[in-house]
Nanobody, 115 residues
Framework: QVQLVESGGGLVQPGGSLRLSCAAS????????MGWYRQAPGKQREFVAA???????NYAGSVKGRFTISRDNFKNTVYLQMNSLKSEDTAVYYC?????????WGQGTQVTVSS
């Protein structure tokens, strides 16, 4: 079983920055990719960013150029650097991990962008 623990969420003003972290532990085998989704109140969960074991990244159009995903393979940790935050980035951010098993999800961390 895989456990994912997110951290780094909080309240930030528009234009500010936050860095999210997601640490994976437990029965981790053959990680293929890790990434982030988010869910705003009243909306469906949406893809934000992903990074493969080889380092290939993919971003949602709404965050491209503002968010950067990175990964420390030795620590089994993925990061999401979020810059130039907007009010529409307010959501609960969920980390995920893909391996040979069903996708694992973290518990989520709240990001609120407000003045």
């Amino acid at each position: 079983q895989v456990q994912l623990v997110e951290s780094g969420g909080g309240l930030v003003q528009p234009g500010g920055s936050l860095r999210l972290s997601c640490a994976a532990s437990g029965s981790i085998f053959s990680i293929r990719s890790m990434g982030w989704y988010r869910q705003a109140p009243g909306k469906q969960r949406e893809f934000v960013a992903a990074i493969t074991i080889g380092g290939t990244t993919n971003y949602a159009g709404s965050v491209k150029g503002r968010f950067t995903i990175s990964r420390d393979n030795f620590k089994n940790t993925v990061y999401l650097q979020m810059n130039s935050l907007k009010s529409e980035d307010t959501a609960v951010y969920y980390c995920y991990l893909d391996s040979g098993a069903p996708r694992s999800w973290g518990q989520g961390t709240q990001v609120t962008v407000s003045s």
